[in-house]
């Protein structure tokens, strides 16, 4: 159906939704299906660590109320990342690159000599 838009809206009037953007390297980037009740922070962070998704690319999060987005993806990779480092766990194969590509760069800046 051409100009369609789905009708569904999380429940509770100021909800902020998490998703996953997926890599399905044959198709292109997609937003997989997420059960509506599994869209919370703590979902996907467990979903991520599970291997539910194929290659996770990003992870946005959204407000219908509040009229925002904002791609949170290097927060949910430094939770990740610490609850390995927390357990003293390796990082899962599946979860390197995502970690890898969305580790925050914290550089120390050198003095100059005078």
């Not at 992870?59 to 357990?87: C, G, K, M, P, Y």
């Not at 766990?89 to 969305?102: A, I, T």
Request: hydrophobic fraction near 40%.
């Amino acid at each position: 159906m051409p100009g369609w838009t789905p009708g569904t809206v999380p429940y509770g009037a100021d909800q902020t939704v998490y998703l996953v953007v997926d890599s399905f390297v044959a198709r292109g980037s997609v937003c997989g299906e997420t059960e509506i009740e599994r869209t919370d922070p703590e979902a996907v962070i467990s979903d991520l660590i599970s291997g539910q998704f194929n290659n996770p690319l990003r992870v946005v999060a959204f407000n219908t109320l509040e009229h925002w987005a904002r791609d949170v993806s290097e927060e949910i990779a430094a939770e990740i990342q610490a609850r390995f480092d927390i357990d003293g766990g390796e990082l899962p194969e599946h979860m390197r690159d995502f970690v890898e590509n969305h580790r925050r760069v914290t550089r120390q800046l050198g003095l100059q000599p005078a």
